[in-house]
């Protein structure tokens, strides 16, 4: 039963704020559906009170600034037009498509939104208090982003497979940039579940945040279950899985297998925290029920401050199924790993004693930037740089969208915790040389290294705590009209070491300059043999004791290599010197051949700053 005549062309309903509804008195019949031929755009309008709001069987429907609200069946419903025993062949076009933008589907006593073959996305938007938000089975494939998905009643998604050798598969959602909050379910997944028939489905969860959501049996937050001759696989990935409760067991995640077949859940990059259950794994839970195998794999993660019983971080009770631990996780609190039944892998790691919740990240979910709520990690978290920044795996972005890493290494879980940074330029730069051991270059456009030639280098960094840094990195650029050249196939080694006495960078330029350039310079002054000479234009050692090219630290703080042809900037690892409080740094060569750095006195640096040394602050 339709309520208006099925939609068979290209029809564009202008609402305007208008409302199309089923009279009470009425029989309770579908409003608007469409067949193979019917293209619908649908603006601006409320549609209820019917058995479904919109059906599309093969057709192309787009709903914008719209309202699906009161049917006593499903919201929306896309399906397969089908025929053979038992219609097991989908007859529907590829152009069948269903999008719903920025749209409220919400209030439908069973389903939310369906879709059981073609494509049907779903873009800021919100799917809200119906029975299940949103659902996929058989081919159907749902994209959501940017969207809320909250208060449904029978799960929040739910991807179902049934009868894959007929139908080709299980149902598939895509969930990007969303947020899933406040479902519930009287079984397992009360946020996002998987489960099926003879076929299982396929859900993957990207930069979303999986909140407060109920299950009265297994997996709160999320749940996989594949059922009877099907598997079934959930993905999340740079997501917060938080605040959510079980019934059963596996408070944020649940993975449990049936039959033969399993049930697979992938966790990287992602924060659980603060979920709970009544009997085991507050935060992760994995079991074979059978013959069956499931598999929970966690990368990158962050399992903290769930609770319940029995492994409060994650409770693996299987014989046939595995947890896998992939690299740099971080479990439990207070010296306290929380897990039982899982082997922990080398690069993991478990907060030291009495290092609690708060001394690792923000147990308030809270607005920091982008677009879902999330757990900020604390300064001098144990998550922080777990993954050096030089591994290939640590790259991408947090679920913000902030750039990894922010410091020396990736954090792990969904947040990368931005660094406060402070560049600052140098106040005094030169290069001295072993002969004339009283000439002062403190003017020099170049800084000049080779084994006879220092250079040093100083900042003002009186504004800065040593006890608030994080990570100090010195950078000198490469002059770009004079390449590093005359070394060894192996190239020559730069050591940068803090110097132990304060200097004067003098005002004298010669080294290798024509005469129209040179400076004879006067005053006080840095040479090979005085830290500060009180005369650089006498040619004389005018200082008592002398500090024959420099009194420096020893070991260097840092070394790097340098090859003939080099471009561009150097950096160097300066931390431990800073946090000593060391405010300026000599350079000397290992190798032959020579290396020319900008200085602050280069005529280019008057136009492009950055080609000064500098000093680069990562402040905690």
Known sequence: ETGLPVIGSEITIEGNGATIQRDAGAPDFNLLVVDASGNLTLNNTTVTGGNHGLINVCGAVMIADSVITGHTNAGVHQYALRSGYPYFDDLCPATRTLTIANSTISGNADKGVVNTAGDLSIINSTISDNGTGVFANYQGNISIANSTISGNTNHGAWAFGYFHNYFGGGGVIDITESTISDNTSAGDGGGVYVSGLYDGGFITITDSTISANTAGGHGGGVGASPGYYGDGKIVIANSTISGNAAGKSGGGIAAVSEGAYSAEIEV???????NQAEIGGGGAYILDDGGGTSQLTFDRSLISGNAAPIGPEVLSLTSNSDTTLGDFNLFGVDGNAGTEGVTLSETDIVPAVGVLLSDILDPILADNGG????????????????????????TGTDQRGVSRPQGAGCDSGAFELEQDRVTLHTTQDSFIQQQPKWTNDGAHPRLELNTDRHLVVGFDLSSIDPANIARVTLVLTIDDASPPDGMGANGALVDVSRLLEPWDEGNRASAGLPPSEKQRGSGAGVTWACASDDDISNRKHDCDPKWKGGTFA?????VVR???????????DVTADMQAG????LFKQRGQGRIDYYSKEHPDVSTDLSLAPRIEIELQ
């Open 562 to 572: 340098h090859t003939n042809g080099m471009t561009g900037e150097v950096e160097f």
């Open 371 to 394: 677009p879902t709520l999330t757990h900020a990690l604390v300064t001098g978290s144990p998550a922080r740089d777990i993954r050096a920044s030089t591994d290939p795996g640590c």
């Open 554 to 558: 020893s070991p260097p703080s840092d």
């Open 268 to 274: 990287r990059h992602s924060t659980v925290s603060g």
């Open 582 to 585: 060391a405010e300026s740094w």
